[in-house]
């Protein structure tokens, strides 16, 4: 599982260094000031969890449930919340119009990364 957890965070951190060069560089003339604030929440978003699931690698040694799960939802947290705010923030380039659908995705990655910091609380108080 370390092995998995640390090749998922590299190209977690891989793919948030070049959005975030993307928004930086490339969006800048393509979409409004609010637009690029919700891009890099999501960069920023995807980078805090990428560095959580560096530290789960630690813990992965020991076969614990909790850092399994922990894994889970940080991983898919970070696709649902970074990716909907992506996606949300390109919407107007993109001509995306099912954004009634993808803003409600934005709050489940949230409570994913909720859901996964918590599961990481437990697996350290289980920890000897």
């Known amino acids: 599982m370390n092995k998995r957890i640390i090749l998922t ?18 969006l800048k003339s393509l979409v409004d000031a609010s637009s690029l604030e919700i891009w890099q929440k999501g960069v920023n978003y995807q ?3 990428t ?3 560096l530290y789960l690698s630690t813990f992965a040694r020991y076969r614990n449930k ?6 889970f939802c940080f991983t ?3 696709v649902l919340f970074s990716g909907s705010l992506y996606l949300l ?23 994913l990364f909720v859901l ?3 599961m990481l609380f437990f697996a350290a108080v289980k920890d000897k």
């Open 9 to 26: 965070a590299s190209f977690f951190g891989a793919v948030a260094v070049l959005l975030g060069a993307f928004g930086s560089h490339g």
């Open 47 to 49: 980078f805090y969890h």
């Open 51 to 53: 560095f959580a699931l």
């Open 66 to 71: 909790l850092i399994n799960i922990a894994y």
């Open 76 to 78: 898919f947290g970070i």
């Open 89 to 111: 923030a390109t919407r107007s380039i993109l001509n995306i119009g099912f954004v009634d659908v993808i803003g409600p995705i934005t709050p489940i990655g949230g409570l």
């Open 116 to 118: 996964g910091w918590i």
